[in-house]
């Protein structure tokens, strides 16, 4: 029971997380719990690690940044592919930065599954 609710913790702070990872050009597929039955030590640094992620002074720019405008212009800027303004720089910048730290020291719980590889006979 302490391992689901230790998943599903971690699940939950992910999915508050989601939405500026993907900002931040995380890949969707990384943005997720690996399936299967982990260890409760693996999920817990997994969790820390997140944790440690949100609380970044990088992260926070990243949503300060996000927040200096309405999340309807955000969509407009990027549908008419508006390049150029202040603030675009400044979430390209904090952006790049989250990223950077996704990509440092992740742990393995958040890598996409590997997928099977078919059967295919030598000749």
């Known amino acids: 029971m302490i391992a689901k609710t230790s998943g599903e913790t971690l699940k939950g702070l992910l999915g508050e997380m989601r939405h500026f990872l993907i900002i931040a050009g995380v890949p969707k597929e990384q943005i997720r719990v690996r399936d299967g039955k982990l260890q409760i030590t693996t999920l817990s640094k997994a969790f820390d690690w997140l944790h440690d992620l ?3 002074s990088e992260f926070s720019e990243l ?3 996000r ?6 212009t955000w969509k407009r800027y990027k549908l008419y592919e508006i390049e150029g303004l202040r603030e675009v720089y400044l979430l390209e ?5 989250v990223a950077k730290l996704w990509k440092s020291g992740r742990p393995r719980v958040f890598n996409k599954n590997r997928k099977a590889r078919p059967n295919v006979e030598k000749k």
């Open 63 to 65: 949503v300060k940044v």
């Open 93 to 97: 910048a904090a952006s790049k930065k």
């Open 54 to 56: 949100k609380m970044s």
């Open 67 to 72: 927040s200096l405008l309405p999340e309807a």
